[in-house]
Protein backbone atom coordinates (compact mmCIF):
# COMPACT_ATOMS: atom_id res chain seq x y z
CA UNK A 1 0.00 0.00 0.00
CA UNK A 2 1.30 3.93 -0.98
CA UNK A 3 1.69 5.81 1.61
CA UNK A 4 -1.05 7.64 2.52
CA UNK A 5 -0.37 12.07 2.93
CA UNK A 6 -2.09 14.11 5.64
CA UNK A 7 -1.79 17.75 5.43
CA UNK A 8 -1.65 20.21 8.22
CA UNK A 9 -0.15 23.23 10.38
CA UNK A 10 3.21 23.08 12.06
CA UNK A 11 2.82 24.64 15.25
CA UNK A 12 6.42 23.91 16.36
CA UNK A 13 9.17 23.02 14.29
CA UNK A 14 10.55 18.76 13.95
CA UNK A 15 11.10 15.54 12.00
CA UNK A 16 10.53 12.22 13.42
CA UNK A 17 8.82 8.43 13.09
CA UNK A 18 7.11 6.53 15.39
CA UNK A 19 4.08 4.37 16.30
CA UNK A 20 0.84 6.39 17.25
CA UNK A 21 -1.58 6.18 20.00
CA UNK A 22 -4.63 7.70 19.17
CA UNK A 23 -7.48 8.92 20.84
CA UNK A 24 -10.84 10.53 20.08
CA UNK A 25 -10.99 12.33 23.38
CA UNK A 26 -9.37 15.96 24.64
CA UNK A 27 -6.31 15.46 26.59
CA UNK A 28 -6.10 17.48 30.11
CA UNK A 29 -2.32 17.00 30.64
CA UNK A 30 -2.48 18.54 34.16
CA UNK A 31 -4.33 15.54 36.27
CA UNK A 32 -4.74 13.80 33.29
CA UNK A 33 -0.89 12.62 32.57
CA UNK A 34 0.87 11.50 35.20
CA UNK A 35 3.93 13.66 35.48
CA UNK A 36 6.31 10.57 36.89
CA UNK A 37 5.45 7.74 34.60
CA UNK A 38 4.29 9.05 31.28
CA UNK A 39 0.69 7.86 31.58
CA UNK A 40 -2.46 8.16 31.16
CA UNK A 41 -3.98 8.50 34.25
CA UNK A 42 -7.48 9.98 33.82
CA UNK A 43 -10.31 7.75 34.45
CA UNK A 44 -13.37 6.85 31.81
CA UNK A 45 -10.40 7.80 29.17
CA UNK A 46 -10.14 5.87 26.12
CA UNK A 47 -6.25 6.12 26.73
CA UNK A 48 -6.38 5.33 30.48
CA UNK A 49 -3.46 3.20 31.28
CA UNK A 50 -1.15 3.98 28.08
CA UNK A 51 1.87 5.44 28.31
CA UNK A 52 2.54 8.62 25.97
CA UNK A 53 6.47 8.12 25.85
CA UNK A 54 8.39 7.84 22.16
CA UNK A 55 4.65 8.11 20.62
CA UNK A 56 3.10 10.15 18.22
CA UNK A 57 0.23 11.61 20.22
CA UNK A 58 -2.47 11.94 18.27
CA UNK A 59 -5.73 13.62 20.11
CA UNK A 60 -8.50 16.35 18.84
CA UNK A 61 -7.54 19.11 21.59
CA UNK A 62 -6.28 20.15 25.24
CA UNK A 63 -8.65 21.19 27.89
CA UNK A 64 -8.33 22.27 31.54
CA UNK A 65 -5.81 24.15 33.14
CA UNK A 66 -3.05 26.60 31.66
CA UNK A 67 -0.70 24.02 34.37
CA UNK A 68 -0.77 21.25 31.77
CA UNK A 69 1.70 23.06 29.85
CA UNK A 70 4.65 22.58 32.26
CA UNK A 71 3.46 19.06 32.56
CA UNK A 72 4.83 18.55 29.27
CA UNK A 73 7.83 20.02 30.16
CA UNK A 74 8.26 18.01 33.20
CA UNK A 75 7.81 14.78 31.03
CA UNK A 76 10.09 15.78 28.22
CA UNK A 77 12.92 16.40 31.30
CA UNK A 78 12.36 12.86 32.29
CA UNK A 79 12.74 11.03 28.55
CA UNK A 80 8.82 10.59 29.06
CA UNK A 81 7.69 13.10 26.66
CA UNK A 82 5.76 11.82 23.50
CA UNK A 83 7.77 12.22 20.23
CA UNK A 84 5.49 14.15 18.40
CA UNK A 85 2.09 15.63 19.13
CA UNK A 86 -1.06 15.97 16.23
CA UNK A 87 -4.19 17.87 16.89
CA UNK A 88 -7.33 18.42 15.15
CA UNK A 89 -7.64 21.51 16.85
CA UNK A 90 -4.48 23.34 18.59
CA UNK A 91 -5.23 25.07 21.95
CA UNK A 92 -2.89 27.26 23.99
CA UNK A 93 -2.19 24.98 27.13
CA UNK A 94 -1.21 22.07 24.22
CA UNK A 95 0.55 24.92 21.65
CA UNK A 96 2.48 26.19 25.09
CA UNK A 97 3.55 23.00 26.41
CA UNK A 98 4.97 21.73 23.40
CA UNK A 99 7.05 24.93 22.93
CA UNK A 100 8.49 24.71 25.92
CA UNK A 101 9.27 20.75 25.98
CA UNK A 102 10.33 21.64 22.33
CA UNK A 103 7.91 18.43 21.22
CA UNK A 104 7.51 18.90 17.23
CA UNK A 105 3.70 19.74 16.66
CA UNK A 106 0.97 20.11 14.11
CA UNK A 107 -2.82 20.92 14.26
CA UNK A 108 -5.71 21.18 11.39
CA UNK A 109 -4.88 16.99 10.10
CA UNK A 110 -7.60 14.78 10.24
CA UNK A 111 -6.84 12.51 13.12
CA UNK A 112 -9.39 10.00 12.18
CA UNK A 113 -7.05 8.81 9.28
CA UNK A 114 -4.68 7.24 11.68
CA UNK A 115 -4.97 4.57 14.17
CA UNK A 116 -2.68 3.70 17.37
CA UNK A 117 -0.04 1.40 16.42
CA UNK A 118 0.38 2.53 13.14
CA UNK A 119 3.72 3.95 12.41
CA UNK A 120 3.82 7.42 11.00
CA UNK A 121 5.96 10.30 10.19
CA UNK A 122 5.62 14.06 11.09
CA UNK A 123 7.57 15.99 8.66
CA UNK A 124 7.83 19.59 10.05
CA UNK A 125 9.54 21.28 6.72
CA UNK A 126 6.83 19.58 4.10
CA UNK A 127 4.01 20.69 7.10
CA UNK A 128 2.33 16.82 6.17
CA UNK A 129 2.00 13.53 8.42
CA UNK A 130 2.86 10.49 6.55
CA UNK A 131 1.36 6.85 7.36
CA UNK A 132 4.36 4.90 6.70
CA UNK A 133 2.94 1.89 7.69
CA UNK A 134 -1.08 0.82 9.23
CA UNK A 135 -0.46 -0.67 12.77
CA UNK A 136 -1.38 -5.17 13.16
CA UNK A 137 -4.59 -6.02 14.14
CA UNK B 1 2.44 37.95 12.19
CA UNK B 2 4.57 41.14 11.46
CA UNK B 3 7.75 41.18 14.23
CA UNK B 4 10.32 44.40 14.76
CA UNK B 5 13.62 43.93 14.09
CA UNK B 6 14.27 43.64 17.91
CA UNK B 7 11.69 40.90 18.17
CA UNK B 8 12.87 39.11 15.56
CA UNK B 9 16.39 39.04 17.07
CA UNK B 10 14.80 37.52 20.24
CA UNK B 11 12.93 35.26 18.18
CA UNK B 12 16.23 33.77 16.48
CA UNK B 13 17.95 33.45 20.09
CA UNK B 14 20.14 36.34 19.94
CA UNK B 15 18.75 37.68 23.68
CA UNK B 16 19.23 34.71 25.45
CA UNK B 17 17.42 31.13 25.78
CA UNK B 18 14.73 32.36 28.38
CA UNK B 19 13.74 35.34 26.06
CA UNK B 20 13.79 33.21 22.60
CA UNK B 21 12.07 30.59 24.66
CA UNK B 22 9.29 33.20 25.90
CA UNK B 23 8.96 35.17 22.19
CA UNK B 24 8.65 31.85 20.85
CA UNK B 25 4.93 31.02 22.99
CA UNK B 26 3.81 34.99 22.30
CA UNK B 27 4.63 34.24 18.59
CA UNK B 28 2.86 31.04 18.36
CA UNK B 29 -0.21 32.33 20.44
CA UNK B 30 -0.61 35.51 18.47
CA UNK B 31 -0.42 33.47 14.91
CA UNK B 32 -3.10 30.86 16.66
CA UNK B 33 -4.80 33.83 17.09
CA UNK B 34 -4.48 35.44 14.21
CA UNK B 35 -3.08 38.40 15.63
CA UNK B 36 -1.05 40.76 13.45
CA UNK B 37 1.71 42.07 15.90
CA UNK B 38 2.78 42.12 19.36
CA UNK B 39 1.47 44.98 21.69
CA UNK B 40 3.50 46.75 24.74
CA UNK B 41 2.04 45.99 28.21
CA UNK B 42 2.36 47.85 31.20
CA UNK B 43 1.65 44.96 33.95
CA UNK B 44 1.96 41.26 33.60
CA UNK B 45 0.48 39.45 36.51
CA UNK B 46 0.88 35.56 36.88
CA UNK B 47 -1.58 32.97 37.93
CA UNK B 48 0.10 29.55 38.92
CA UNK B 49 1.76 30.11 42.04
CA UNK B 50 0.46 27.17 44.87
CA UNK B 51 2.46 24.84 45.10
CA UNK B 52 -0.97 22.67 45.70
CA UNK B 53 -2.45 23.04 42.06
CA UNK B 54 1.14 23.27 40.31
CA UNK B 55 3.18 20.25 41.52
CA UNK B 56 6.33 19.95 41.02
CA UNK B 57 6.48 20.14 37.13
CA UNK B 58 6.27 23.71 36.74
CA UNK B 59 9.11 24.77 39.44
CA UNK B 60 11.99 22.81 37.31
CA UNK B 61 10.61 25.05 34.38
CA UNK B 62 10.84 28.02 36.35
CA UNK B 63 14.02 27.44 37.34
CA UNK B 64 15.84 26.86 34.50
CA UNK B 65 14.38 30.51 32.78
CA UNK B 66 16.15 32.11 36.18
CA UNK B 67 19.23 30.06 35.85
CA UNK B 68 19.03 31.57 32.18
CA UNK B 69 18.83 35.14 33.02
CA UNK B 70 15.18 35.39 32.89
CA UNK B 71 14.08 38.87 34.32
CA UNK B 72 10.52 40.85 33.58
CA UNK B 73 10.68 43.23 31.95
CA UNK B 74 7.39 45.29 33.42
CA UNK B 75 5.77 45.61 36.69
CA UNK B 76 4.96 41.51 37.19
CA UNK B 77 2.87 40.50 40.23
CA UNK B 78 1.98 37.40 41.51
CA UNK B 79 -1.61 35.41 42.35
CA UNK B 80 -1.83 34.03 45.64
CA UNK B 81 0.45 30.89 46.85
CA UNK B 82 -0.86 27.95 48.62
CA UNK B 83 0.13 28.74 53.05
CA UNK B 84 1.53 31.76 54.84
CA UNK B 85 4.36 31.31 56.86
CA UNK B 86 2.57 32.39 59.55
CA UNK B 87 -0.45 30.39 60.52
CA UNK B 88 -1.07 27.88 57.71
CA UNK B 89 2.61 27.05 57.32
CA UNK B 90 3.16 26.08 61.41
CA UNK B 91 0.32 23.48 60.52
CA UNK B 92 1.47 21.93 57.86
CA UNK B 93 4.56 19.36 57.03
CA UNK B 94 8.14 21.54 56.04
CA UNK B 95 8.14 19.30 52.97
CA UNK B 96 5.08 21.43 51.53
CA UNK B 97 6.56 24.74 53.15
CA UNK B 98 10.07 23.97 51.28
CA UNK B 99 8.28 23.46 47.90
CA UNK B 100 6.16 26.53 47.58
CA UNK B 101 8.84 28.35 48.50
CA UNK B 102 10.99 27.12 45.82
CA UNK B 103 8.24 28.28 42.88
CA UNK B 104 8.39 31.92 45.00
CA UNK B 105 12.11 31.52 45.00
CA UNK B 106 12.18 31.51 41.15
CA UNK B 107 10.02 33.79 40.47
CA UNK B 108 11.97 35.91 42.69
CA UNK B 109 15.07 35.61 41.03
CA UNK B 110 13.09 36.60 37.64
CA UNK B 111 12.33 39.98 39.34
CA UNK B 112 8.47 39.31 39.92
CA UNK B 113 6.90 41.56 42.86
CA UNK B 114 5.97 39.23 46.02
CA UNK B 115 2.53 40.71 46.03
CA UNK B 116 0.76 37.13 46.18
CA UNK B 117 -2.62 38.36 45.47
CA UNK B 118 -5.72 37.68 43.39
CA UNK B 119 -6.88 41.74 43.55
CA UNK B 120 -2.99 43.50 41.99
CA UNK B 121 -5.47 46.35 41.31
CA UNK B 122 -5.39 47.33 44.89
CA UNK B 123 -1.71 47.42 45.34
CA UNK B 124 -1.24 49.94 41.87
CA UNK B 125 -4.18 50.67 39.65
CA UNK B 126 -3.77 50.35 35.99
CA UNK B 127 -4.50 53.00 34.08
CA UNK B 128 -7.62 52.83 31.99
CA UNK B 129 -6.97 52.12 28.40
CA UNK B 130 -3.52 50.24 29.26
CA UNK B 131 -2.67 47.26 27.70
CA UNK B 132 -2.11 44.48 30.11
CA UNK B 133 -1.36 40.59 30.27
CA UNK B 134 -3.31 39.24 33.73
CA UNK B 135 -4.07 35.90 34.06
CA UNK B 136 -6.22 35.70 37.10
CA UNK B 137 -9.78 35.42 35.63
CA UNK B 138 -11.35 37.69 38.27
CA UNK B 139 -8.92 40.23 37.79
CA UNK B 140 -9.11 39.95 34.18
CA UNK B 141 -12.72 41.07 34.02
CA UNK B 142 -12.51 43.28 36.74
CA UNK B 143 -9.59 45.33 35.06
CA UNK B 144 -11.32 45.35 31.68
CA UNK B 145 -14.98 45.75 32.78
CA UNK B 146 -14.47 48.28 35.70
CA UNK B 147 -10.65 50.09 35.37
CA UNK B 148 -11.06 50.24 31.42
CA UNK B 149 -7.64 48.42 30.67
CA UNK B 150 -7.14 46.14 28.09
CA UNK B 151 -6.00 42.24 28.58
CA UNK B 152 -7.03 38.47 27.81
CA UNK B 153 -7.72 36.04 29.98
CA UNK B 154 -3.96 34.93 30.12
CA UNK B 155 -2.38 31.41 31.06
CA UNK B 156 -0.21 31.42 33.80
CA UNK B 157 2.59 30.28 30.67
CA UNK B 158 1.60 33.16 28.78
CA UNK B 159 1.16 35.99 31.31
CA UNK B 160 4.89 34.66 32.55
CA UNK B 161 6.06 34.96 28.46
CA UNK B 162 4.69 38.57 28.73
CA UNK B 163 5.88 39.42 31.67
CA UNK B 164 9.86 38.90 30.44
CA UNK B 165 9.45 40.42 27.22
CA UNK B 166 7.09 43.31 28.19
CA UNK B 167 4.36 42.19 24.85
CA UNK B 168 1.54 40.35 24.52
CA UNK B 169 0.04 39.57 21.12
CA UNK B 170 -2.97 41.75 19.75
CA UNK B 171 -5.71 39.75 19.91
CA UNK B 172 -9.15 39.43 21.40
CA UNK B 173 -10.08 41.79 24.14
CA UNK B 174 -7.22 43.81 22.73
CA UNK B 175 -9.18 44.84 19.98
CA UNK B 176 -12.12 47.59 20.45
CA UNK B 177 -14.31 45.88 17.84
CA UNK B 178 -14.30 42.57 20.07
CA UNK B 179 -14.59 44.79 23.78
CA UNK B 180 -18.42 45.34 22.43
CA UNK B 181 -21.71 43.89 24.22
CA UNK B 182 -23.50 41.00 22.86
CA UNK B 183 -26.22 40.70 24.99
CA UNK B 184 -28.69 42.93 27.36
CA UNK B 185 -29.32 42.39 30.49
CA UNK B 186 -31.87 43.76 32.95
CA UNK B 187 -31.51 42.79 36.26
CA UNK B 188 -35.32 43.66 37.04
CA UNK B 189 -34.71 43.37 41.40
CA UNK B 190 -32.29 45.06 43.44
CA UNK B 191 -29.60 43.32 44.55
CA UNK B 192 -28.75 43.32 47.99
CA UNK B 193 -25.43 42.66 48.74
CA UNK B 194 -21.97 41.64 47.26
CA UNK B 195 -22.83 38.01 47.92
CA UNK B 196 -26.02 38.91 45.34
CA UNK B 197 -23.76 40.23 43.01
CA UNK B 198 -21.53 37.15 43.01
CA UNK B 199 -25.12 35.18 42.11
CA UNK B 200 -25.71 37.07 39.41
CA UNK B 201 -22.06 36.55 37.56
CA UNK B 202 -22.38 32.53 38.23
CA UNK B 203 -26.15 33.07 36.75
CA UNK B 204 -25.24 35.23 33.59
CA UNK B 205 -21.42 32.80 33.34
CA UNK B 206 -23.56 30.14 32.67
CA UNK B 207 -25.90 31.62 30.27
CA UNK B 208 -23.86 33.52 28.10
CA UNK B 209 -20.99 31.42 28.11
CA UNK B 210 -18.48 34.19 26.21
CA UNK B 211 -20.68 36.76 24.71
CA UNK B 212 -19.99 40.25 26.46
CA UNK B 213 -23.28 41.39 28.82
CA UNK B 214 -24.30 45.21 29.07
CA UNK B 215 -25.80 44.86 32.78
CA UNK B 216 -28.66 47.52 33.23
CA UNK B 217 -30.43 47.78 36.43
CA UNK B 218 -27.42 46.74 38.80
CA UNK B 219 -28.32 50.02 41.19
CA UNK B 220 -25.30 49.95 43.84
CA UNK B 221 -22.05 49.48 42.00
CA UNK B 222 -19.49 49.74 44.49
CA UNK B 223 -16.24 48.58 43.78
CA UNK B 224 -16.64 45.19 46.20
CA UNK B 225 -19.84 44.32 44.35
CA UNK B 226 -18.20 44.78 41.05
CA UNK B 227 -15.54 42.50 42.24
CA UNK B 228 -17.91 39.67 43.30
CA UNK B 229 -19.09 39.68 39.85
CA UNK B 230 -16.52 39.94 38.16
CA UNK B 231 -15.01 36.47 39.95
CA UNK B 232 -18.44 34.61 39.51
CA UNK B 233 -18.97 35.52 35.92
CA UNK B 234 -15.21 34.19 35.25
CA UNK B 235 -16.28 31.26 37.06
CA UNK B 236 -18.66 29.89 35.10
CA UNK B 237 -18.22 31.91 31.95
CA UNK B 238 -15.66 32.54 29.67
CA UNK B 239 -16.96 36.00 29.54
CA UNK B 240 -13.85 38.61 29.34
CA UNK B 241 -15.66 41.31 30.17
CA UNK B 242 -18.90 43.53 31.35
CA UNK B 243 -20.91 46.68 30.75
CA UNK B 244 -22.34 48.88 33.20
CA UNK B 245 -22.40 52.25 32.62
CA UNK B 246 -24.94 53.82 30.91
CA UNK B 247 -22.65 55.59 28.17
CA UNK B 248 -20.67 52.82 27.39
CA UNK B 249 -24.07 50.89 26.13
CA UNK B 250 -25.16 53.33 22.90
CA UNK B 251 -26.17 50.54 20.55
CA UNK B 252 -28.35 47.93 22.54
CA UNK B 253 -31.09 47.51 19.62
CA UNK B 254 -29.92 44.55 18.30
CA UNK B 255 -28.70 43.12 20.87
CA UNK B 256 -30.28 39.58 22.87
CA UNK B 257 -31.94 40.41 25.36
CA UNK B 258 -31.60 38.47 28.98
CA UNK B 259 -33.96 39.88 31.81
CA UNK B 260 -33.00 38.23 35.09
CA UNK B 261 -35.20 38.30 37.99
CA UNK B 262 -35.87 38.32 41.79
CA UNK B 263 -36.05 34.08 41.81
CA UNK B 264 -32.96 33.63 38.79
CA UNK B 265 -31.14 35.11 41.84
CA UNK B 266 -32.63 33.43 44.55
CA UNK B 267 -32.29 29.71 43.20
CA UNK B 268 -28.37 30.80 42.17
CA UNK B 269 -27.90 31.66 45.82
CA UNK B 270 -29.60 28.13 47.10
CA UNK B 271 -27.70 26.17 44.14
CA UNK B 272 -24.84 27.32 45.27
CA UNK B 273 -25.00 25.82 48.65
CA UNK B 274 -24.25 21.99 48.60
CA UNK B 275 -25.35 21.49 52.37
CA UNK B 276 -26.72 23.52 55.01
CA UNK B 277 -24.19 23.71 57.57
CA UNK B 278 -25.07 25.68 61.02
CA UNK B 279 -21.33 24.78 62.36
CA UNK B 280 -18.76 25.32 59.28
CA UNK B 281 -15.41 24.20 60.28
CA UNK B 282 -14.18 27.01 58.80
CA UNK B 283 -15.71 30.44 58.00
CA UNK B 284 -14.14 32.30 55.30
CA UNK B 285 -14.24 35.88 53.74
CA UNK B 286 -11.64 37.57 50.95
CA UNK B 287 -12.24 35.74 47.69
CA UNK B 288 -11.35 37.22 45.97
CA UNK B 289 -8.58 39.03 48.15
CA UNK B 290 -10.28 41.62 50.76
CA UNK B 291 -10.04 45.56 50.23
CA UNK B 292 -9.29 48.07 53.02
CA UNK B 293 -12.75 49.04 53.23
CA UNK B 294 -13.98 45.07 54.04
CA UNK B 295 -11.73 44.41 56.43
CA UNK B 296 -12.55 47.69 58.40
CA UNK B 297 -16.29 46.41 57.62
CA UNK B 298 -15.45 42.60 59.30
CA UNK B 299 -13.30 44.68 62.89
CA UNK B 300 -16.73 46.51 63.05
CA UNK B 301 -19.19 44.13 62.91
CA UNK B 302 -17.28 42.07 64.91
CA UNK B 303 -16.46 44.36 67.71
CA UNK B 304 -15.57 42.57 70.63
CA UNK B 305 -17.44 39.10 69.98
CA UNK B 306 -14.98 36.33 70.13
CA UNK B 307 -14.76 33.67 67.46
CA UNK B 308 -16.33 30.04 68.69
CA UNK B 309 -13.72 27.85 69.71
CA UNK B 310 -14.81 24.86 67.13
CA UNK B 311 -14.63 27.27 64.42
CA UNK B 312 -12.02 28.54 62.48
CA UNK B 313 -12.32 32.45 60.97
CA UNK B 314 -10.01 33.34 58.10
CA UNK B 315 -9.99 36.94 56.52
CA UNK B 316 -8.01 36.74 53.68
CA UNK B 317 -5.84 39.77 51.60
CA UNK B 318 -2.92 40.41 50.38
CA UNK B 319 0.44 41.81 52.53
CA UNK B 320 -0.26 44.97 51.20
CA UNK B 321 -3.45 45.71 52.72
CA UNK B 322 -2.94 43.64 55.53
CA UNK B 323 -0.12 45.98 56.71
CA UNK B 324 -2.45 49.10 56.12
CA UNK B 325 -5.68 47.91 57.91
CA UNK B 326 -3.08 47.21 61.27
CA UNK B 327 -5.43 48.30 63.99
CA UNK B 328 -8.37 46.15 62.33
CA UNK B 329 -6.16 43.45 62.02
CA UNK B 330 -5.58 43.17 65.43
CA UNK B 331 -8.63 43.86 66.41
CA UNK B 332 -9.65 40.81 64.36
CA UNK B 333 -6.80 38.30 65.24
CA UNK B 334 -7.34 39.63 69.09
CA UNK B 335 -11.17 37.61 69.25
CA UNK B 336 -9.50 34.81 67.33
CA UNK B 337 -9.98 35.21 63.87
CA UNK B 338 -7.20 34.93 61.29
CA UNK B 339 -6.29 37.51 58.61
CA UNK B 340 -3.91 35.41 56.42
CA UNK B 341 -2.05 37.14 53.92
CA UNK B 342 -0.91 36.08 50.51
CA UNK B 343 -3.03 33.26 50.71
CA UNK B 344 -6.25 32.00 48.65
CA UNK B 345 -8.32 29.54 50.15
CA UNK B 346 -9.07 27.37 47.25
CA UNK B 347 -5.65 27.18 46.62
CA UNK B 348 -4.21 25.89 50.13
CA UNK B 349 -4.59 22.95 51.40
CA UNK B 350 -7.97 22.43 53.68
CA UNK B 351 -8.26 18.91 53.28
CA UNK B 352 -4.92 18.37 55.30
CA UNK B 353 -6.94 20.80 58.35
CA UNK B 354 -9.82 18.41 58.68
CA UNK B 355 -11.87 21.03 56.82
CA UNK B 356 -14.84 19.72 55.77
CA UNK B 357 -17.14 22.49 55.42
CA UNK B 358 -17.18 25.80 54.29
CA UNK B 359 -18.82 29.09 54.70
CA UNK B 360 -18.32 31.86 52.65
CA UNK B 361 -19.90 35.16 50.91
CA UNK B 362 -18.00 34.36 48.27
CA UNK B 363 -19.55 32.85 44.89
CA UNK B 364 -16.57 31.87 43.06
CA UNK B 365 -15.69 30.44 46.73
CA UNK B 366 -18.80 28.49 46.55
CA UNK B 367 -18.33 27.26 42.98
CA UNK B 368 -14.81 25.77 43.39
CA UNK B 369 -14.54 25.00 46.95
CA UNK B 370 -16.33 21.17 46.35
CA UNK B 371 -14.24 20.38 43.74
CA UNK B 372 -11.17 22.21 44.60
CA UNK B 373 -11.39 21.85 48.76
CA UNK B 374 -12.85 18.71 48.95
CA UNK B 375 -15.66 20.26 50.69
CA UNK B 376 -19.49 21.17 51.41
CA UNK B 377 -20.51 24.84 50.84
CA UNK B 378 -23.08 27.33 52.74
CA UNK B 379 -23.12 30.31 50.55
CA UNK B 380 -24.20 33.12 52.86
CA UNK B 381 -24.03 36.73 53.08
CA UNK B 382 -21.42 38.54 55.16
CA UNK B 383 -23.09 39.67 58.23
CA UNK B 384 -24.75 35.91 58.38
CA UNK B 385 -21.11 34.19 57.78
CA UNK B 386 -19.81 36.46 60.86
CA UNK B 387 -23.26 35.40 62.96
CA UNK B 388 -21.98 32.13 62.37
CA UNK B 389 -18.38 32.64 63.16
CA UNK B 390 -18.92 34.43 66.30
CA UNK B 391 -20.48 33.49 70.18
CA UNK B 392 -22.77 35.62 71.57
Known amino acids: MPNRTLKGRVVVEGHCKARALVSAKPISFLGGVDPATGKIIEKDHDLCGESVKGKILCFPHGHGSTVGSYVLYS ?8 KAIINQTADPVVVVGAIIANIPMMDQVDISEIKTGDLIEVDGREGVVRIVAKGEG | MYLTKEEERIYDGERGWTNQMCMRILVRLGE ?14 VSGVSYKTLGDAPAEFLEALANAGGNVKVRATLNPQSLDTEYLGRKLEQSLREKQSNILKQFERMGFTESLTCTPYYL ?68 KNPTEFGALGIYLGRLLRDGIPAIQGLGDTSENCLKQLSAALASTGMVNMFHFKRKSQAKTERLE ?25 LVFI ?37 EKAGEYVVQIEKNGGHVLAGVCTIVSWTEKLGIRTIMTNSAKTAYYAPTMNKAEVTFRPLKECLTTALRG
Request: proline share 5%; aromatic share 6%.
Open chain 2, 257 to 281: KVCVEARDIKNTVESLSTREVSKPD
Open chain 2, 124 to 191: KKPKSDSHLAWAESSAVVYANSVIGAWTNREGGPSALAAAIIGKTPDYGIHKPENRQPKALVTVDTAL
Open chain 2, 286 to 322: GCPHCSLGEIKKIALLMKDKKVKKETEFWVCTSHYIK
Open chain 1, 75 to 82: LSKRRLAP
Open chain 2, 32 to 45: LFNAAKLVRISSAH
